[in-house]
């Protein structure tokens, strides 16, 4: 453990009270560990293309689970379906037990869910299969001629005294793929069966977990997705997802936990939950989190299997192997499908290729159909020459489909073609590649045998298909009458589906079925194997009819030879789906290559110490993985920051940035702006950052106020040299800094005109021989939905030798130009990275900047972990973990806060109490700026107080005339550079439309009393603004002490105290106009008592829900009553916003706003 890390624990340990739970509470942590669409990956082998793969399978899954086991054994194992298919499976489904079964009794697994594929293969059998399993099926969706359900809805399983409830669901459109399987059996919508489950389980159950058997979202709708789930049933505590095939370690609809592990058995979904029993023996949930156990780690070594298992399922993998490699022939002339000519568009995709014709050769022959279609299931799928083996027809057929024959139009024929060639993007002028739409996935597209016709490109989706012929020349006419031979699965989803096909209502005829006619010798795959067999004698060659090509795609043949070298050489990448199944989703232009043949600055800023993942923040895991991919994209990349890079985050703050330094090392950053939260620990750190991250600090506009020169721990400009390019780079600080970090810590600095230093060390770096000088600052910047970028950094667009600037400070994202010139800003904490581009054009000149941005937090599930920031991540987070997550204290409502929305939040309002309750003070000021989070409701730990309150400003009391303390909060009403100011103990009237100097209009204290301008009031701030931070000015303090107690310990101090707090909005910043306080007309010369009585004073209160009546002038003190709308008393006193009134015989007071004055007419009535 390091020495830092030791002298805090010990620090900790000796101030913080050790947590013992008594007998009336008790603490349970239960871990649920879930898989889904494991697609028979029983071993880490892959039978159909007959070669190890070892990024997942149950047998690496239970070394994994064995381990967690042990570490918690309050442990459920559960499968989210789609088990039994794929990867030879089907070999089994005769068998004794199943090689998935066995895994799974053999791994413990408690529940079953059925997926979509469970059904592929009929009911009886899944049956007969799903028997043998020792746990409990659930399907609870599916029901049979009886109104039973084939699975049961759920399983309660009990945990050292805790009732779980496991919840099992599978999709409702099984009946678009499996609908001849289902016939006789309903299927419902799964998340009002679930809202059935959940009801039922309500009061018998401690925790609810759902396992649904489908997406994070909507695919066709009727309850497919885990999100409209959760909002449908909030009681859930977490919700395993799957079906979609999609890696999500955690996403949140409302307070359910959401989590999905991918596909064939690569990861497990573990999700934890910490509940506690109270004094009256109920258990309830205080914490839930979800994250991904993988087989394979990104950028790590596999699992090894699970030896025992593997010995127990080892006969099954010999027979699917020996099944694999069956010779059933051998093909000679070449290989079925060409290479590609540019990588990542597979040759099948857009043209014919042998392959393709052989499958629909085959279908025509067992169907004597005039016409087929077929799809390429894989971008790899092929048959290289030589011999071939069983699983050779597999890698260019992986599916279990059957084939049908229907009879068609030439009309129905011309749509379906016209749907398939949707597949295409519209091919514009001065694309240089064919492209795929990314909402159509690549074994959605069919290409057609029987038949000639080319895919016009240029044309929009839905007018493609042009000169359709048969093979003959002969025309189709709309009325001729075709066979079309297809797989059931598309038969049954695109074309027939009595909701969605393209021939609904059509009384298309299922002429012919294979499987009808043949059983399982009917899949088209050993169809492929029987026509290889039978009818070549074993012995194929590459027959290609060229029935079909692409038109409508002319383009420059030059460019598009440019264009393709890069692609080929790794530099040009073509863009994929959101989701990376789709490839090639865009096409490339001449301006897509020059880009990629030019040199990438990639850059970030602002990112405040965001080691974590949370929320929008990706964590310098999966932000470092980002940065490396676009290095290894693009070897001519450099990396660099524009600064606040540390302070921010309770692990950065607690190591001075540590973590945050060592993944710029790890990633390469070059340079680094200067940015105002830099000094927040003073400037003795600035260079020790540099020397230990290797790289450096740039500022040209920092000057030593003794030496009246630069200072000597930045530099004023670097030139970095990639791909042959000598890029200048400038440094500037934001002049704000002087009053946006302690004072004190620049009071020895001049910060310079950014302009004016930016000018003069661009030209510099020019004659120093820069092709290009790019501005690396920490000036602010503001981008409107129109594109406009305004803000500080926009001064130094136009400057001479300045070509691009980069910004931050702002925590905006900024992508765009100015008077020419590109300007970037990267949002702030890992969110967004920015990027500039330098683009040079075939013959090596340089053509321009171009800025962009990727919104990383908008892609979560695509981000890739470096396994270096990890692993730097992983080593903070266990050496902190003791300290960050204790549980101070709970809060029943979320205490929001953003510096910028009006008046003080709920969190400002505490935080300024306690800095009074703390000091003694009567009024409590902090800067809106100074609070960086809101808190959720539920435990507040030690980690989320350093997130609230990262910096250690330290709490200042003092006394101050009530004109020092308006010109004080003035400064923080509707500033919009640093936010609103937060206060307690004093209730402020403002107009905002004021100049600045005459916004407040009055000012009272918390008791109602007029704050007086010529009197001293005791008041409590941070020593940040005390010295003058964010421009607040208390110079006319007296009797000031800085007590040295950050703030962040006496708001931790107070929660450990009270253990819950409760905070009611006092509306202590009012728009508006202060009441008027009505002064009684005094007719004796002398009254003793404490307050004026008002004679003959009567009021109706106007509060429709009821005023409270109370037993003194404080919103806090005891209600004596609640008095009804038009409620008439009389008022025996008054204060700025209180009334003093007789009623029934009490005195007390009630809230003057919820008043009227009554007139003689109603009191003579009452």
Not at 112 to 134: A, R
Not at 449 to 459: L, P, Q
Not at 674 to 683: A, I, Q, Y
Request: charged share 20%; aromatic share 8%; hydrophobic share 40%.
């Amino acid at each position: 453990m390091t020495s830092w890390l030791l002298t805090l624990m010990m620090v900790f340990t000796l101030v913080q009270p050790v947590n013992v739970f008594g007998a009336e509470s008790k603490e349970i942590n239960l871990q649920i560990l879930a898989t889904s669409d494991m697609h028979g990956r029983f071993l880490p082998y892959d039978y159909a293309i007959n070669a190890p793969d070892t990024s997942g399978s149950m047998a690496q899954l239970q070394t994994i689970v064995k381990e967690l086991k042990k570490a918690n054994p309050n442990t459920i194992l559960v499968d989210n379906g789609d088990s039994i298919q794929d990867n030879s499976s089907s070999l089994f489904n005769n068998d004794a037990i199943h090689p998935m079964v066995l895994a799974m009794n053999e791994m413990g697994y408690d529940t079953w869910s059925m997926g979509n594929h469970e059904f592929n293969y009929g009911i009886p059998t899944l049956q007969k299969i799903s028997s043998k399993f020792t746990g409990t099926v659930l399907c609870g969706n599916v029901f049979d001629k009886a109104g039973k359900s084939i699975g049961k809805p759920y399983k309660i399983i009990e945990k050292d005294g805790v009732k779980i409830a496991i919840i099992g669901m599978v999709t409702p459109h099984i009946t678009k793929w499996d609908g001849p399987n289902l016939v006789g059996y309903t299927v419902t919508n799964p998340v009002v069966e679930t809202r059935k489950a959940v009801d039922e389980l309500k009061g018998k159950v401690d925790v609810m977990i759902a396992t649904m058997h489908a997406g994070e979202n909507a695919e066709y709708g009727n309850g497919d997705s885990a999100r409209e789930l959760a909002k449908a049933c909030p009681e859930l505590t977490a919700i395993v997802a799957g079906h979609a095939h999609s890696t999500i370690a955690q996403v949140k609809e409302g307070n359910v936990i959401i989590t999905e592990p991918n596909k064939g058995a690569s990861q497990l979904s573990k999700i934890d939950v910490k509940l506690t029993k109270n004094a009256a023996g109920k258990y309830s949930v205080v914490d839930a989190k979800s994250d991904l156990v993988y087989a394979m780690p990104k950028g790590g070594k596999a699992v090894i299997a699970d030896a025992d298992l593997s010995a127990k399922l080892q006969s099954y993998s010999t027979t699917a192997i020996a099944d694999a490699n069956v010779v059933i022939g051998e093909l000679k002339g070449g290989d079925l499908v060409p290479a590609s000519e540019i990588k990542g568009i597979p040759t099948a995709q857009v043209k014919d290729t042998a392959m393709i014709d052989l499958i629909n050769k085959v279908q025509m022959f067992y169907t004597k159909a005039d016409v087929a279609a077929a799809a390429s299931f894989s971008t790899t799928a092929n048959i290289k020459e030589g011999k071939i083996i069983k699983a050779g027809t597999a890698s260019i057929y992986k599916f279990d489909n059957t084939l049908v024959t229907l009879k068609v139009t030439g009309a129905q024929l011309k749509k379906y073609m016209e749907w398939s060639a949707s597949y295409y993007n519209t091919f514009k002028s001065g694309d240089l590649t064919v492209s795929f739409n990314e909402k159509i996935r690549d074994y959605n597209y069919d290409m057609f045998s029987g038949v000639k016709y080319d895919v016009d490109v240029s044309k929009e989706a839905g007018k493609r298909i042009v000169n359709l012929t048969k093979t003959d020349g002969t025309q189709i006419k709309d009325t001729d009458v075709l066979k079309l031979a297809v797989n059931n699965y598309r038969a049954s989803t695109t074309l027939l589906n009595g909701e969605s096909g393209l021939f609904k209502g059509e009384g298309v005829e299922i002429v012919y079925d294979s499987f009808k006619a043949m059983g399982d010798d009917g899949r088209i795959r050993d169809l492929i194997r029987k026509y290889i067999i039978e009818e070549k004698k074993g012995v194929i060659t590459p027959e290609l009819d060229n029935n079909w090509k692409i038109i409508g795609n002319g383009m420059d043949a030059t460019k598009a030879t440019f264009a393709a070298k890069l692609i080929n050489n790794g530099k040009l990448q073509l863009p994929t789906s959101e989701d990376g199944r789709t490839p090639n989703v865009k096409s490339v232009t001449y301006d897509d290559a020059i880009v990629a043949n030019g040199v990438n600055i990639v850059t970030f800023n602002d990112f405040h110490g965001a080691v974590a993942a949370d929320g929008k923040n990706s964590g310098i895991a999966k932000f470092a993985g980002e940065i490396n991919k676009v290095k290894t994209q693009n070897p001519n990349t450099i990396v660099v920051s524009g600064g606040d890079n540390f302070q921010g985050s309770a692990m950065s703050n607690l190591t001075y940035g540590a973590p945050v330094n060592e993944m710029m090392k790890s990633v390469g950053v070059v340079a680094s702006a200067v940015g105002n939260h830099e000094f927040d620990w003073g400037t003795d750190r600035i260079a020790k950052w540099a020397q230990d991250g290797g790289y450096k600090f740039l500022a040209s506009n920092i000057y030593d106020k003794t030496t009246g020169k630069p200072v000597t721990w930045a530099e004023p400009y670097m030139i970095v040299e990639k791909g042959g390019v000598k890029i200048g780079l400038v440094g500037i600080a934001t002049p704000e800094t002087e009053f946006k970090t302690k004072p004190e810590n620049v009071k020895n600095l001049e910060f310079k005109d950014p302009a004016t230093s930016a000018k003069e060390w661009a030209k510099v770096a020019k004659d120093k021989g820069a092709d290009v000088v790019i501005a690396l600052t920490h000036l602010g910047a503001f981008q409107d939905k129109d594109g406009k970028i305004t803000g500080e950094a926009t001064a130094l667009c136009g400057l001479p030798n300045i070509d691009a600037v980069i910004s931050a400070h702002t925590h905006q994202p900024v992508s765009g130009m100015v008077n020419g010139i590109p300007v970037v800003q990267a949002y702030y904490s890992g969110r967004t990275l920015g990027r500039l581009t330098i683009k040079i054009d075939a013959s090596g000149k340089l053509a321009g900047i171009v800025p962009s941005i990727d919104n990383l937090y908008s892609r979560p599930t695509t981000l890739v972990e470096d396994a270096t920031a990890k692993a730097i991540a992983d080593k903070y987070t266990k050496d902190l973990q003791p300290i960050l997550g204790e549980v101070l204290a709970k809060t029943d409502k979320e205490l929001p806060h953003d510096r910028y929305a009006q008046g003080t939040s709920l969190l400002g309002q505490w935080t300024t109490d306690v800095m009074r309750k703390v000091t003694g003070t009567q009024i409590g000021i902090t800067n809106g700026g100074g609070l960086r989070v809101p808190v959720a409701a539920g435990n507040i730990t030690m980690g989320n107080m350093y997130e609230v309150m990262p910096f250690d400003n330290t709490l200042v009391k003092m006394e101050l005339k009530g004109s020092d303390l308006k010109r004080v909060i003035e400064n923080g009403i509707d500033n919009k550079d640093i936010g609103w100011v937060q206060v307690g103990g004093v209730k402020v009237y403002y107009n905002e439309k004021a100049e600045f100097g005459k916004k407040i209009t009055a000012m009272f204290l918390e008791n109602g009393t007029p704050v007086d301008m010529n009197k001293t009031y005791t008041v409590v701030t941070n020593d940040f603004m005390f010295t003058g931070g964010d421009k607040y000015d208390f110079k006319g303090a007296i009797n000031a002490v800085d007590t040295m107690t950050p703030i962040r310990e006496a708001l931790v101090t107070e929660l450990k105290k009270v253990k819950a707090i409760s905070v009611k909005n006092n509306n202590n910043l009012v728009s508006g106009t202060a009441p008027v306080v009505t002064k009684p007309v005094v007719t004796k010369p002398v009254v003793t008592k404490p307050a004026l009585p008002i004679k003959g004073k009567y009021v109706i209160t106007t509060a429709k829900s009821g005023l409270n009546f109370r037993v003194a002038a404080s919103a806090s003190s005891k209600k004596l009553g609640v008095l009804k709308y038009g409620t008439v008393v009389q008022v025996v006193s008054e204060t700025a916003i209180w009334y003093k009134i007789n009623y029934n015989g009490k005195v007390g007071y009630i809230y003057k706003s919820y008043t009227k004055v009554a007139s003689a007419k109603l009191v003579t009535a009452a």
